[in-house]
């Protein structure tokens, strides 16, 4: 479960990272983060899966809390997986062809 928040994470780093620098992405990723999560990991995600994304401003702060329970569908990553991502980084995890909705871990 930590390798799975790790990669969650870097994952987060890389798409805000992205947003940060190119404005006509950040848009992008702000009307239909969904759409935009799918194409730059090559990824179609489970259609029952919500992703939103915010902009904070200056005098606001969002505090995101974790889910309270797994749910009984999220499955561990397999050895296969694991050996795809280990040391890699993001950018290795989805050129591989890795898909984060087979794991679970998204």
């Known amino acids: 479960m930590e390798r799975q928040s790790q990669m969650r994470k870097q ?4 798409i805000t990272g992205k947003a940060m620098l190119d404005p006509v992405f950040r848009s992008r990723l702000l009307k239909n983060p969904k759409e935009v999560v799918e194409i730059e990991t090559g990824i ?11 902009e904070e401003h200056a005098n606001e702060v ?12 999220a499955e561990e990553l397999t050895e296969a997986d694991l ?22 871990w998204f």
């Open 11 to 14: 994952f987060e780093t890389q």
């Open 44 to 54: 179609r995600l489970p259609a029952d899966l919500n992703i939103t994304a915010l």
């Open 62 to 73: 969002y505090l995101v809390l974790p889910v309270k329970e797994i749910p009984e569908t």
């Open 83 to 104: 050996s795809r991502v280990e040391g890699g980084g993001l950018n290795r995890i989805m050129s591989d062809g890795w898909t984060c909705a087979e794991s679970g």
